[in-house]
């Protein structure tokens, strides 16, 4: 039998990074990160509705959505993030599934989810796996895959569950506070076990 396994983590964890590994290996990922660019994307069903309650001050000359200038709403207010989820997720829930029932009848499918808890979303899964990172590290790969500044790292971080209780009520653990080899050895200990 197939499993689902729900993979997630928090922001600049490395999930992407584990993904891409695992692809490698010869398993289907999908990316919910993808699906959302998807959706959000000129001519995607969730961009009319972001308009509507956003306005067009969000949108970039080419009229795509300015993801940084959004980011910086959201991120930044609890009550609007809530708004944009409410507009986007069903959506990405939408084209995943359909992706993931096609997949499954093949192989093992790994869901890149980074609100999988948050979002209630580990009940679907057969097995959950988190990818974990101490703070201070999360913190300054943060800042410098992105540019951010402390603060603003620190608010992004902090609009999602905290990556320890994610750890906790996770079926396996991948810890990426050490080298990206170290991360890939873990995640083939992962893989010979559900092989087994
Ligand atoms: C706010 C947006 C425009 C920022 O775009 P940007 O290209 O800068 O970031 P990207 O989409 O690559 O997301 C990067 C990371 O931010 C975090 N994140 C994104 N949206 C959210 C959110 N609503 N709540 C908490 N964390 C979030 C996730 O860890 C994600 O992996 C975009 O993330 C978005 O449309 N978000 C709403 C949809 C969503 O919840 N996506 C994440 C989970 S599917
Ligand atoms: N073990 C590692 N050592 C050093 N840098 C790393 C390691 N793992 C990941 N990184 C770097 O940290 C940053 C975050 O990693 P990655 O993009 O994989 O995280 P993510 O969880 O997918 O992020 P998000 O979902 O927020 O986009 C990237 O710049 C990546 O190159």
Do not use: W
């Not at 990160?33 to 009319?48: I, N, V, W």
């Not at 080419?62 to 993801?67: K, L």
């Not at 997949?103 to 899964?125: A, R, S």
């Amino acid at each position: 039998m197939n499993s689902i396994i729900g993979l997630t983590g928090g922001i600049a964890s490395g999930k992407s990074t584990a993904s891409a590994y695992i692809e490698d290996r010869g398993y289907p990922v999908l990316d919910a990160d993808k699906f959302s660019r998807k959706a959000t994307a000129k001519g995607g069903p969730s961009y009319p509705g972001i308009i509507e309650a956003f306005g067009e001050d969000i949108l970039a000359p080419d009229g795509e959505i300015d993801r940084q200038k959004l980011g910086s709403i959201i991120f930044s207010d609890p009550r609007r993030r809530k708004v944009l989820n409410g507009l986007v997720h069903p959506e990405i829930r939408r084209m995943m599934n359909e992706e993931r029932d096609r997949l499954l009848k093949e192989n093992h499918v790994f869901l890149d989810i980074p609100l999988l808890f948050e979002n209630g979303l580990d009940d679907q899964c057969d097995i959950t796996l988190t990818v974990y990172v101490d703070e201070s590290t999360q913190k300054s790969r943060l800042m410098e895959r992105n540019g951010l500044s402390g603060a603003e790292a620190e608010s992004r971080i902090g609009s999602q569950m905290p990556l320890s209780e994610k750890r906790d009520r996770s079926d396996h653990v991948l810890d990426n506070s050490g080298s990206r080899e170290n991360l890939y050895e873990q995640i083939e200990q992962f893989l010979a076990k559900i092989e087994k």
